[in-house]
């Protein structure tokens, strides 16, 4: 079995856009949080998946991405500067929570002799945050995006995962919290696949799971 691991395994105890608000407020922005949060989403989405030869998530693809930030923002911080100063937030570990469902989960899935990787869009320093969470040491296969070149929902993650994991697609199963990213992209590249729906939304959906501790009864 293959698992996502922001929104999925953990997630962050300050909410991502406070801390953008927060962290750019020191340098004299003042931006209220829906419209960080509507700024952010709009620069991600407009920056492609390599920038001059650096994938999604990497510190040079971070740069960029913090520099058309500062450019809208019209604030005239070092990209860099602000990119150590956000990076520095997002890889210690007290900054996230896992989630009270996903030890046990893990535990029981463990004891069945289920065979455990994850696969996330996240940057190289994953496999150093799981360790500090004391998550890593239930995953054979720890795969980033930014160290692949790939996010999901691409096949090339999911297919390198695989190749990792020793295992073919119709033997794994993916579990994650986007509809797009995790449900489809696993389906697409062959693998079975289950929708971690904490809030209900997709309450309707076959493939959908309200808790990780549904899997292993979904797994039978």
Request: proline share 6%.
């Given at each position: 079995?293959?698992?996502?691991?922001g929104?999925?395994?953990?997630?962050?105890?300050?909410?991502?856009?406070?801390?953008?608000?927060?962290?750019?407020?020191?340098?004299?922005?003042?931006?209220?949080?829906?419209?960080?949060?509507?700024?952010?989403?709009?620069?991600?989405?407009?920056?492609?998946?390599?920038?001059?030869?650096?994938?999604?998530?990497?510190?040079?693809?971070?740069?960029?991405?913090?520099?058309?930030?500062?450019?809208?923002?019209?604030?005239?911080?070092?990209?860099?500067?602000?990119?150590?100063?956000?990076?520095?937030?997002?890889?210690?570990?007290?900054?996230?929570?896992?989630?009270?469902?996903?030890?046990?989960?893990?535990?029981?899935?463990?004891?069945?002799?289920?065979?455990?990787?994850?696969?996330?869009?996240?940057?190289?320093?994953l496999?150093?945050?799981?360790?500090?969470?004391?998550?890593?040491?239930?995953?054979?296969?720890?795969?980033?995006?930014?160290?692949?070149?790939?996010?999901?929902?691409?096949?090339?993650?999911?297919?390198?995962?695989?190749?990792?994991?020793?295992?073919?697609?119709?033997?794994?199963?993916?579990?994650?919290?986007?509809?797009?990213?995790?449900?489809?992209?696993a389906?697409?590249?062959?693998?079975a696949?289950?929708?971690?729906?904490?809030?209900?939304?997709?309450?309707?959906?076959?493939?959908?799971?309200?808790?990780?501790?549904?899997?292993?009864?979904?797994?039978g």
């Open positions: 079995m293959l698992l996502d691991a929104g999925t395994l953990f997630t962050e105890v300050e909410a991502r856009d406070a801390v953008y608000a927060r962290v750019l407020a020191g340098y004299g922005a003042r931006v209220a949080l829906p419209e960080m949060a509507r700024l952010r989403a709009e620069l991600h989405d407009a920056m492609p998946e390599v920038f001059a030869g650096a994938a999604r998530y990497t510190d040079p693809w971070f740069r960029e991405f913090v520099r058309r930030l500062l450019l809208h923002l019209v604030l005239p911080a070092d990209a860099e500067e602000v990119r150590l100063r956000l990076a520095e937030h997002f890889q210690r570990a007290e900054h996230f929570v896992v989630f009270p469902d996903t030890l046990p989960a893990l535990e029981e899935l463990a004891a069945r002799g289920v065979r455990l990787g994850v696969v996330s869009n996240w940057s190289d320093r496999g150093g945050l799981l360790e500090e969470l004391q998550l890593s040491r239930y995953f054979e296969v720890v795969v980033a995006s930014a160290l692949v070149g790939a996010c999901k929902p691409h096949p090339t993650i999911f297919q390198h995962a695989l190749e990792r994991f020793h295992a073919p697609p119709e033997r794994v199963v993916h579990v994650g919290d986007h509809p797009v990213n995790d449900l489809l992209g389906r697409r590249s062959g693998l696949a289950l929708l971690l729906d904490r809030s209900g939304e997709h309450s309707r959906d076959p493939a959908a799971i309200r808790t990780l501790e549904d899997l292993p009864r979904r797994l």
